[in-house]
């Protein structure tokens, strides 16, 4: 397991803390795209391709650009494609910790939290708060604090292109991504720092 981060729902022992600070991240998300030849391609003709997409759990989430395309350069097999998405991801912040939370394959993430209907007032509040409804959507993850600065926007994705053999993956920068509406992970991000003013105030 790694050192660095731990996804939540396998800690064992966990100090909560109270969250101190909440901002809008971004995590860096890679998968393979590796074209399986079989009865049907895209358009539903027989012998064509069919593009089959697969990623490693917990670790295809990096916290750099060039860490991802490190990793896919040790995975990658002859015949595969890679994609990397720039992801938001909302940064919950303790003293010592971070809960990081995101949700991939949608282009609406967090969406289905919110309104926010709990006095959430700790990193283990929000953790068991955003668990996931389903395989392969929510994500939770706790590291270190500052691990994480906040954003730039906007957010891209990245594509491979192979040059065949053992030649180095070149990688395109395709424009801003379209598909995301940050409206939900935003009001996620207002709710907690309007609780944290609020307890800052009654203190």
């Known amino acids: 397991m790694r050192t660095d981060w731990c996804p939540f729902e396998e800690l064992d022992g966990f100090q909560d803390e109270p969250v101190l600070s909440c901002f809008l991240g971004k995590l860096f998300h890679f998968w393979e795209m590796r074209n399986v030849w079989g009865l049907h391609d895209n ?3 027989p012998g064509g391709p069919n593009w089959r997409i697969t990623y ?3 670790e295809s989430f990096c916290y750099e650009l060039s860490d991802a395309k490190h990793k896919i350069s040790r995975q990658r097999k002859r015949g ?3 994609g990397i998405a720039e992801l938001p991801v909302v940064v919950i912040s303790g003293e010592t ?3 990081v939370v995101g949700e991939i394959n949608t282009g609406e993430p967090l969406s289905k939290f919110i309104p926010l209907r709990k006095k959430l007032l700790t990193l283990q509040d929000h953790g ?4 996931p409804h389903s395989e392969n959507s929510v994500f939770r993850i706790v590291c270190q604090r500052n691990r994480l600065d906040p954003a730039e926007l906007p957010f891209y994705q990245h594509s491979s292109k192979s040059s065949g053999g053992s030649q ?3 990688w395109e920068k395709l424009g801003a991504r379209q598909d995301l509406d940050l409206r939900a992970v935003l009001l996620v991000i207002s709710s907690v720092n309007k ?9």
């Open 43 to 45: 358009q539903g003709y």
């Open 80 to 82: 595969s494609r890679w």
């Open 97 to 99: 910790s971070s809960l």
């Open 56 to 58: 490693p759990g917990y």
């Open 128 to 131: 068991l708060y955003f668990k």
């Open 195 to 203: 609780r944290l003013q609020r307890e800052a105030h009654r203190g």
């Open 168 to 170: 180095p993956l070149t």
